[in-house]
């Protein structure tokens, strides 16, 4: 017993829920649309000169698609287009339809894993360490959990890398002379003659250019340096050589260091729950009420492309119909074909649209135009002031 299949009817009535996924069901002009759509999509096809073998529900799943591809390439250049900028932000936001600006987060975290490394900031935590020093010993194991003390990590376990030694000498400043009261400046004789020296202190009258303090501490500085054993040390794997050799009164004393750990180096994880890459950019559906006349127009025909490809491969079920004393060859094949052609053109040209509309391609419009605009002026004539007259330049000649 054959079952009669009912085909479009010539008018519809959209409801919610008619989609099959119903992305756009409330929306009202997507609502209004719908049926406009299925009556458009149903007579570019033929009707009523001929049956559409379509039901309304058809044509709404095509319009549906429309919209979601539109609304899917549109997104993807968006997502191409502002990543780096958006990357680390919060997910919560969509982002469709919505003005972003072209800011230097993005850049700026690259950035930080090389200002870890200089210590100008960072994702990186300095800690701070510590080792004790022995009288007449220079060279000391750092994995020597008894005399190394960490912030943080166990030394001998935890690898780390010393970044900065704390093992300086004393400023020069308050080894050699008191500022404040004029010792080792060879100045107090002056002050006493001028009758300041019972004065306490005596240099509160005097004054002297600041270059005189520092000529004075760079010559302290190139004394310890030329003629004294400078501080200083070396590092050679786990091992640190210091500079002098310790001595009796440096018994028990604590050098420290600022150090990082290579387990957080390592770790690639900057925070969780932000948009981190491609697949959870905030970019959803947009909204259809909001698409202008030209997006519609393109959703328009991507859902007479899909409605085309589909009456093709119901009608490719049978590659003819046989009637009395003849038969009636179908165009299934020929609908999928044009079908498919139209797609990759709207797809083609959606996306060479978005191409001339980035960020890049507007900013080089704008740099030609400029140019351009340059070049239209510098062949405007310039008129010449001559006393209280403006004169054209033509009007020079005579």
Not at 191 to 210: E, I, R
Not at 258 to 264: F, V
């Amino acid at each position: 017993m054959a079952v009669e299949i009912p085909i479009w009817a010539g008018s519809s009535s959209f409801f919610p829920g008619d989609t099959p996924f119903g992305y756009y069901d409330y929306d009202i002009e997507f609502q209004s649309d719908a049926d406009k759509i299925a009556s458009w999509c149903a007579r570019r096809l033929g009707y009523p000169i001929v049956d559409v073998e379509l039901q309304n529900i058809n044509f709404y799943a095509c319009f549906e698609e429309a919209v979601t591809e539109y609304s899917s390439q549109i997104n993807q250049f968006n997502i191409r287009e502002n990543l780096l900028n958006i990357r680390g932000s919060s997910t919560s936001s969509n982002l469709s339809q919505t003005e972003l600006n072209s800011n230097l987060g993005g850049l700026i975290s690259l950035a930080k894993d090389y200002g870890s490394e200089v210590g100008s900031g960072g994702r990186i935590t300095y800690y701070t360490g510590s080792f004790t020093l022995s009288s007449g010993k220079q060279v000391y194991d750092l994995t020597d959990d008894s005399i190394t003390n960490l912030e943080r990590g166990t030394p001998g376990s935890d690898s780390f890398e010393i970044k900065k030694m704390l093992h300086h000498a004393p400023p020069a400043m308050v080894r050699y002379f008191d500022p404040f009261v004029g010792t080792g400046l060879g100045s107090q004789q002056m002050m006493d003659t001028f009758g300041w020296g019972n004065y306490s202190p005596g240099v509160s009258f005097m004054m002297q250019p600041l270059y005189d303090d520092l000529l004075r501490l760079q010559a302290i500085e190139f004394n310890d340096m030329v003629r004294k054993s400078q501080y200083g040390f070396d590092i050679q794997n786990n091992r640190i050589r210091i500079f002098p050799i310790p001595q009796s009164s440096d018994e028990g004393l604590r050098v420290h260091f600022h150090y990082i750990l290579d387990s957080d180096r390592r770790n690639p994880i900057v925070s969780n729950s932000v948009v981190s890459d491609y697949s959870n950019a905030p970019f959803n559906r947009i909204t259809y009420s909001k698409v202008n006349h030209v997006g519609k127009r393109w959703i328009q025909k991507y859902a007479l492309a899909l409605a085309k490809e589909m009456l093709g491969a119901v009608r490719a079920k049978f590659s003819s119909v046989p009637i009395p004393n003849s038969e009636v060859t179908l165009d299934g094949a020929d609908l999928r074909s044009e079908a498919s052609t139209e797609k990759e053109i709207l797809i083609t040209e959606l996306r060479e649209n978005l191409e001339a509309t980035s960020r890049k391609a507007l900013l080089e419009a704008q740099k030609d135009e400029s140019e351009f605009m340059e070049q239209t002026l510098n062949r405007v004539p310039r008129a010449i002031y001559i006393g209280s007259y403006l004169l054209p330049l033509i009007g020079m000649f005579i």
